[in-house]
């Protein structure tokens, strides 16, 4: 990183600590001018707005370690061309923060009216323009955020300070396009949903109101992203036709690419500064239906309805594809025009003309340089998704053990269990995926190019190896800047029926795609069935000759070593409540007399366990030691399903059914319909009990079919792919 520079092009203030939608456009505005050549500095003002002591938001912390932009900290004079101070309340309550500032022009941004839904004062116009005049000896300039805004301001603000044009929020319209373009429909019925925090004012106001906007009666499938609890109080329940996500669980971007139409109503009362969310939809190429209030902000990049016309809006343009592309193309080519960062980078050369400094094209994070490679064998690096388990870093782990001598291997993660390879002897790195530093994709995704990057210029791979459903958008970036190695894609199999065709084109970014075998690939119905791939037998990471004895298992997990136990591993519930999977797997099992061992992250609560005569157990690899266990009970993941199969344990599945992509359902029937295992959708104690009791007499005798009908492991033919194809590098 460059030395920080007090004097710069543009200086942005405000409360770098907002969790939302605030720092997230600041970083983008930041961002945007970069690119184009301006020298950016950030000046940090703790306002009243965030209650809680916190640090800079990630989205932003993220451009100052990268470079992107200066963080003017300290009381030291700076001095800018420009001025923007977003937020007009925290300008008013904290400006006594800032240091002196020299320049000749800024900006106040309102990014909302001067009071908030309930009424309550969020700022004063005239106190936050005075404190501005003070602090930077110039008139300000009032830029609102869009109509509504304006409106709310227009009276208080001088006529010839008001901006003609609103400063609106931008996107990164690249980084937000779809995948893959699409020109069939998501479903055979209309696709409509929305993402949105679960707030009551994001909502509806009335059940009529939300029953004509998001069908409850199965004629559209309806998705939600952001959770639903306000439907839940309004109509006692979530529709069982919807499908409703947490944040985090989809991305956003991935989110709305399954999507038809974008439709976003919320309380009448609530006024919607802006709605970022929709402008998301917007550059994905969704078409968005909208209340006619968003006409002025969104002009004809939306369509427009009252609640009641939602319907025949959305299955007009469902019975005309043409008018539906035209709305689509209409609507991304609107957002380019007037939410892009082009668009916010004229908005600057208008006020103060170019950068001070100009460069040749747009700037990028500068490369390091390429050090010597000392002599060896080839080098392969994996990268793992951060998947909701440990199946994408197993999976590399397995490769990576077999390489063979002189071959030298480097893990690259997003898994928070990344120093697991340590365990094994490989040499990792962790690398936050854009949950756990609270980022939305499209900004996270430089510091992923950045991060990987330089990990490929420090190890100087032969081969990147891929292990994930979802390929990350930059890693055909990547590429193209370091064009020595060769790329696989470790691409599992068993799909949900349907879901994430547009990822095989990302099948173009790979040289190679590996696809580790499912013992009920019988059962597979996704879309990779039929997708070029070289296929291996069903991949682990312990053949079965690494199983411990059971008197060694029982000691080192520090187990009793007399009596039948058995092994719970289902995920979170509560050992006391019968009606979750794992409760009830804990009562049928003591009621067997059968002693109770938990993995740990199956413990949602950690009292829960007190007076109990449960065992938790914490190992990795488990598998090693499953000859502990009289039986186990688990969920189908590929990792879970393989290891019992091939290690010949006596197994009752349990699928998951909320996972979004892994079909858990069909390795669970087909492992009963084998007769190698017993598999129930939901546990109760009724239903379990006489299950498990069967398998205690007959389990070994259901297993050792398993184990006779398994083609063995496939990953030494994995990693001699990935030798051989390291053997191709360019």
């Known amino acids: 990183m460059s030395p920080t520079r007090r004097d710069v092009d543009v200086i942005l203030v405000s409360d770098l600590r907002f969790p939302g939608g605030t720092s997230h456009s600041v970083a983008a505005e930041v961002e945007a001018l970069h690119r184009a050549g301006y020298r950016?500095?950030?000046?940090?003002?703790?306002?009243?707005?965030?209650?809680?002591?916190?640090?800079?938001?990630?989205?932003?912390?993220?451009?100052?370690?990268?470079?992107?932009a200066d963080l003017l900290v300290g009381r030291a004079p700076v001095a800018a061309r420009l001025v923007i101070f977003r937020h007009p309340g925290v300008l008013q309550a904290a400006a006594q923060q800032l240091p002196p500032i020299s320049t000749d022009t800024a900006v106040i941004l309102a990014n909302s009216g001067p009071r908030d839904a309930n009424g309550r004062q969020v700022y004063d116009v005239g106190l936050a323009d005075r404190a501005a005049r003070a602090h930077v000896g110039v008139e300000p300039l009032w830029a609102p955020i869009g109509p509504l805004v304006r409106a709310e301001i227009v009276g208080d603000v001088p006529r010839e300070r008001l901006m003609e044009a609103d400063w609106v929020n931008i996107i990164d319209v690249e980084a937000w396009a779809?995948?893959?373009?699409?020109?069939?429909?998501?479903?055979?019925?209309?696709?409509?949903?929305?993402?949105?925090?679960?707030?009551?004012?994001?909502?509806?106001?009335?059940?009529?109101?939300?029953?004509?906007?998001?069908?409850?009666?199965?004629?559209?499938?309806?998705?939600?992203?952001?959770?639903?609890?306000?439907?839940?109080?309004?109509?006692?329940?979530?529709?069982?036709?919807?499908?409703?996500?947490?944040?985090?669980?989809?991305?956003?971007?991935?989110?709305?690419q399954g999507l038809d139409f974008f439709v976003y109503y919320h309380d009448p009362r609530w006024v919607e500064a802006f709605g970022r969310t929709i402008l998301e939809a917007l550059a994905a190429g969704v078409v968005a239906v909208l209340p006619p209030h968003f006409e002025p902000l969104f002009g004809p990049a939306a369509v427009y309805a009252e609640p009641a016309q939602v319907r025949h809006v959305v299955e007009s343009l469902r019975s005309d594809r043409g008018a539906y592309a035209a709305q689509r193309d209409r609507a991304r080519q609107l957002v380019r025009e007037r939410f892009s960062y082009d668009a916010q980078v004229a908005r600057v050369q208008a006020l103060i003309g170019p950068p001070s400094e100009p460069v040749d094209g747009p700037r990028a994070a500068p490369r390091r340089p390429r050090t010597g490679r000392a002599p060896g064998g080839p080098r392969i690096m994996l990268m793992s998704s951060n998947g909701a388990?440990?199946?994408?870093?197993?999976?590399?782990?397995s490769y990576a053990t077999r390489l063979g001598e002189g071959a030298q291997a480097h893990i690259v993660s997003l898994s928070q269990a990344a120093p697991l390879a340590g365990q094994l002897g490989l040499s990792y790195e962790y690398l936050p995926s854009s949950r756990a530093l609270s980022m939305p994709p499209h900004r996270w995704r430089p510091i992923f190019r950045d991060r990987v990057g330089d990990a490929i210029n420090r190890f100087d791979p032969d081969v990147v190896v891929f292990d994930g459903t979802w390929p990350y958008g930059g890693m055909e970036e990547i590429r193209l800047e370091?064009?020595?190695?060769?790329?696989?894609?470790?691409?599992?199999?068993?799909?949900?029926?349907?879901?994430?065709?547009?990822?095989?084109?990302?099948?173009?970014?790979?040289?190679?795609?590996?696809?580790?075998?499912?013992?009920?690939?019988?059962?597979?119905?996704?879309?990779?069935?039929?997708?070029?791939?070289?296929?291996?037998?069903p991949v682990t990471l312990l053949d079965r000759g690494d199983l411990e004895p059971r008197d060694q298992a029982r000691a080192a997990l520090g187990l009793p070593a007399d009596g039948p136990l058995a092994l719970v591993s289902l995920g979170a519930g509560n050992i006391n409540d019968t009606t979750s999977d794992v409760g009830a797997a804990?009562?049928?099992?003591?009621?067997?007399?059968?002693?109770?061992?938990?993995?740990?992250?199956?413990?949602?609560?950690?009292?829960?366990?007190?007076?109990?005569?449960?065992?938790?157990v914490r190992d990795?690899?488990?598998?090693?030691?499953?000859?502990?266990?009289?039986?186990?009970?688990?969920?189908?993941?590929?990792?879970?399903?393989?290891?019992?199969?091939?290690?010949?344990?006596?197994?009752?599945?349990?699928?998951?059914?909320?996972?979004?992509?892994d079909d858990q359902q069909a390795r669970a029937r087909f492992a009963a319909d084998q007769g190698w295992a017993h598999q129930l959708p939901h546990l109760s104690v009724e239903s379990a009990t006489p299950l498990l009791a069967d398998l205690l007499s007959n389990g070994r005798a259901m297993a050792q079919r398993a184990q006779e009908a398994d083609p063995g492991n496939g990953a030494q033919d994995a990693a001699q792919l990935l030798i051989q194809v390291a053997g191709g590098r360019s």
């Open 40 to 68: 950016v500095g950030l000046l940090h003002l703790n306002g009243p707005l965030v209650a809680k002591v916190g640090p800079v938001n990630p989205a932003i912390a993220a451009l100052v370690r990268s470079g992107v």
């Open 178 to 256: 779809p995948t893959v373009p699409r020109d069939d429909w998501a479903g055979d019925r209309p696709v409509i949903g929305r993402h949105s925090r679960p707030s009551r004012q994001k909502w509806p106001r009335d059940a009529a109101t939300l029953r004509q906007v998001y069908p409850v009666d199965g004629s559209w499938e309806v998705r939600v992203l952001g959770g639903a609890d306000p439907v839940e109080r309004l109509l006692r329940r979530i529709p069982p036709s919807w499908q409703v996500l947490e944040f985090g669980e989809l991305s956003p971007h991935t989110f709305l």
């Open 389 to 397: 388990g440990m199946g994408h870093l197993t999976r590399l782990f």
């Open 482 to 537: 370091h064009p020595e190695a060769r790329w696989v894609w470790s691409r599992r199999a068993m799909w949900r029926e349907g879901r994430n065709k547009e990822q095989l084109a990302k099948d173009d970014w790979f040289d190679a795609v590996l696809e580790p075998g499912d013992l009920a690939q019988a059962y597979d119905r996704g879309v990779t069935v039929d997708a070029p791939a070289h296929r291996v037998n």
């Open 586 to 616: 804990i009562h049928a099992l003591t009621g067997l007399g059968i002693g109770v061992c938990v993995t740990v992250p199956g413990i949602a609560t950690a009292g829960a366990a007190a007076g109990e005569d449960i065992h938790l």
């Open 620 to 661: 990795y690899p488990l598998s090693r030691r499953y000859a502990a266990f009289d039986v186990v009970i688990s969920a189908t993941g590929y990792n879970s399903f393989h290891e019992l199969l091939r290690m010949g344990v006596p197994s009752l599945f349990v699928p998951n059914s909320s996972t979004s992509l």
